[in-house]
């Protein structure tokens, strides 16, 4: 068999060659073995690689989705009016008489270049209309994402560790929580704190840069609506996984030693609980995203949702396909997060 | 059994455990308090969608009623009072139920039909579907469902079909997933070689056996999916995506009562406890089933 010269840089050809000439390996080759080997690199590369998948897939069914649509944009931008010349032109201009593959090719081609084409409604650059408003959604989402875990896991850790009366509580507001539809109790919440008592405004959304403290009120309503549904989810989590963590043999092995009490909680039985948490916060985490599209229409809140939703009424494809690709992205994103932050708490994590 | 040399506890555990099961009959839960009142509430629920339409036909088509007494709460003329045209409100929830239940069954129906027969084979038969099957279901749990199905009525505008169609298919990989998992223990099961072994093929052994035993976990699943397909098909009857102005609908009347927050504030308050509270029986069933299940199939 045929040998590199040792200390040479090149990479070994063939997989029987990595095998038998490890010694020869240049140090470049040694770091990637050693990073391959590393669990959390390839559950990342896993999770990117299907990641890339999905936003192919979405953005491709949602491109097939729109062609199926009875007219096409030319129609919408020219109305009824139009000549037969201008409606041939623009459909060339658009690219609308090519294949739907090569459509959908020179689609994904600008859109890896951060060009998601132009509202047919208002000209603007989806791309542009979409940052503007990632924020806002963003904001929302992340601030309830924290309010449901803070909230979330003290229930469940209260009521699991209290039992009885606390425990029953506890279970009945997550059913409940789970039951009230955010749109609704954003309304209730709308006329009691808004109208009847005055404390925070009912619609309407001050920037951050602007005003921090305006921003913060305008901000608490719409926040406390979708927290609703991520804290009874995370509650019914935390408390089902903290009583199977309190009553296994390591938190009694930790009792008989003289361990502290809150030590046993807090140390040693919610570290263990914590996957499952993990696990159901990111579950979550793409539910509360799903409810701001909801919640920023009832608060006139100015997001991707109430963007996405002014697309679908006016029929503004671009708009609606672009938002689809972002919602994909973000998704795909708090998943990712999920999976480094549960593979990092449970290091026993297989790569499936 | 009695008539058996071996004593009890050499028996094999399959056998022991078919012994405690039958104590429970399969029957007995649906005879469970908690289990047969939210049935019959999901009854009366289904009925009223069914007889409202047709005892109260003008409701549907009706722009404005009584013009001089709009805006009013509860009173013996209107038991839940009259909205912002001087409609009954009663009237217009009990209409209503019919547009906001089909959605919900059609949901189902398309995530029943994809995610049940694609489990079975899943789990039942192994190898390239099981695989598949998980792929689809990595994949669509990373799916934004609510924006997609916007996506889809930006398309077929108004669509209840359209709209809650697309729900089922999403979530139907996320039901084949439950029904893999259950399907997969049975088929390890002895009385499933026992079939195999007489003669008896696999259509029948998936109708007679394995069915049966992952009835449970469907039903669990369904009232979940249900209760978020309640709620997503109000959600777009809110935003009002869904149904057309006079025709009354859960989400598009509490859209009606958000828009008269401050003059009424009692009219967010019908169409959305008929919301929770459905959503909250179809909870409350699918923990009770669940419970009742393990019950009977713990070991």
Known sequence: MHIEVSNSVAVPETATELNTSQEVMSAGGRIRGVLLRHRLVRLLARRIALGVVLVFVVSALTFVLVSLTPGNAADDILGFTATRAQYASLTHQLGLNLPLYEQYAHWAGHALTGNLGTSVFTGQSVTQALDQRLPVTLSLMLGSLLVSVVVGVAVGVVSAVRGGIVGRGADALSLVGFSLPNFWVGAIFISLFAVRYRWFPAIGYVSFGQSPFEWLRSIVLPVAALSLGGIAAIAKQTREAMLEALGSEYVRGARANGIRRRSIVFRHALKNAAGRVVTVVGVQAVGLLGGTVLIENVFSIPGLGSLVVTGTVQHDLPVVEGTVVYFTIIVIVVNLMVDVVYSWLNPRVQVR | MSASPWSETDLPSPLVRGETEGAHRPRSM???????????????????AIIAPIVLPQVGHEDAGNLLAVLKGPSSRHWLGTDSLGRDVLERLLVGTRVTIVGVGEALLAALLLG?????????????????????????????????????????????????????????????????????????????????????????????HVLPRISGAVIVQCSLLAAIALQVQTGLAFLNLLVPAPAPSWGGMVADGANEIVAQPWLIWPPGVAIALTVLVLGIFGDAVRDARTKRWSS
């Open chain 2, 116 to 208: 049940v027969p694609l489990g079975v084979v899943a789990g039942y038969f192994g190898g390239w579907v099981d695989s598949v099957v998980r792929w689809l279901s990595d994949l669509t749990f990373s799916m934004p469902a609510i924006v997609i199905t916007l996506a889809v009525l930006a398309v077929f505008p108004g669509s209840v079909t359209a709209a809650m169609v697309t729900l089922g298919v999403i979530a139907a990989p996320g039901l084949m997933r439950i029904v893999r998992s259950a399907a997969l223990p049975v088929r390890e099961e002895l009385y499933i070689a026992a079939a195999r072994v007489s003669g008896l093929s696999h259509r029948y052994i998936i109708s007679r």
């Open chain 2, 30 to 48: 649906w005879r469970r308090p908690v289990i047969l009142c939210c049935l019959v509430y999901l009854g009366i629920v289904v009925g009223v």
